[in-house]
């Protein structure tokens, strides 16, 4: 079946397509959408932050998920987040493929998903009631932006330059930006 041609599935149409699938493709009320390809500061990026934030939560109440999870926005909405993190006992279902509970999710931003990162999923993700902090880094320059829910309230703050430190409280930790974009040309 065509990419282009896939309009409308039902979600079980949709996870069987999704996990015969070559590629991963996120899930919105019926309607399938492909994921494009990354570059290799984005799997640079994602290692440094899967690295920096594993030794800091290495021993503790943590899981970390790589993009090869769902998560669930909704009974009918499927996203695939660069990662996730879970305080506690993971919510997943049977197949251990979908997510429920992430108190942590983040995206590395390119020109081409900036637009729909900082809009619909940023909305999407705000939406999932255990989701405390979301995290938007630039894959091209040191800045990260990070949304964080307090008492029901999101409040967005930024962090610019490799000297910068992203506080995260939600992970009783701190992240600089010169580890998340170590090995990056900025």
Same mark, same amino acid.
């Given at each position: 079946?065509?990419?282009? =041609?896939?309009?409308?599935?039902?979600?079980?149409?949709?996870?069987?397509? *999704?996990?015969?699938?070559?590629? +991963?493709?996120?899930?919105?009320?019926?309607? #399938? $959408?492909?994921?494009?390809?990354?570059?290799? $500061? %984005?799997?640079?990026?994602?290692?440094?932050?899967?690295?920096?934030?594993?030794?800091?939560?290495?021993?503790? *109440?943590? %899981?970390?998920?790589?993009?090869?999870?769902?998560?669930?926005?909704?009974?009918?909405?499927?996203? $695939? @987040?660069?990662? =996730?993190? #879970?305080?506690?006992? @993971?919510?997943? /279902?049977?197949?251990?493929?979908?997510?429920?509970?992430?108190?942590?999710?983040?995206? #590395?931003?390119?020109? &081409? &998903?900036?637009?729909?990162?900082?809009?619909? +999923?940023?909305?999407?993700?705000?939406?999932?009631? =255990? !989701?405390?902090?979301? !995290?938007?880094?630039?894959?091209? +320059?040191?800045?990260?932006?990070?949304?964080?829910?307090? /008492?029901?309230?999101?409040?967005?703050?930024?962090?610019?330059?490799?000297?910068?430190?992203?506080?995260? @409280?939600? !992970?009783?930790? /701190? !992240?600089?930006?010169?580890?998340?974009?170590?090995?990056?040309?900025?």
């Amino acid at each position: 079946m065509a990419i282009d =041609s896939i309009r409308q599935m039902t979600v079980e149409e949709y996870f069987a397509f *999704d996990e015969a699938s070559e590629y +991963k493709n996120e899930y919105i009320d019926g309607e #399938v $959408y492909p994921m494009t390809g990354g570059t290799a $500061y %984005h799997a640079e990026i994602m290692f440094n932050v899967g690295f920096a934030l594993g030794l800091r939560l290495r021993g503790g *109440d943590f %899981h970390f998920y790589t993009s090869a999870i769902r998560n669930s926005v909704s009974p009918t909405r499927y996203l $695939y @987040p660069d990662f =996730s993190i #879970v305080r506690g006992e @993971p919510e997943l /279902d049977e197949g251990a493929m979908n997510l429920f509970n992430p108190i942590l999710v983040a995206e #590395v931003i390119s020109p &081409t &998903t900036a637009g729909r990162d900082r809009g619909f +999923k940023r909305e999407q993700y705000q939406s999932i009631a =255990s !989701l405390q902090v979301y !995290l938007v880094i630039d894959q091209f +320059k040191a800045h990260v932006e990070v949304d964080s829910r307090q /008492d029901d309230i999101w409040q967005t703050q930024e962090f610019a330059g490799l000297n910068a430190i992203v506080p995260l @409280p939600a !992970l009783n930790c /701190d !992240l600089p930006l010169a580890e998340i974009h170590a090995g990056i040309e900025i």
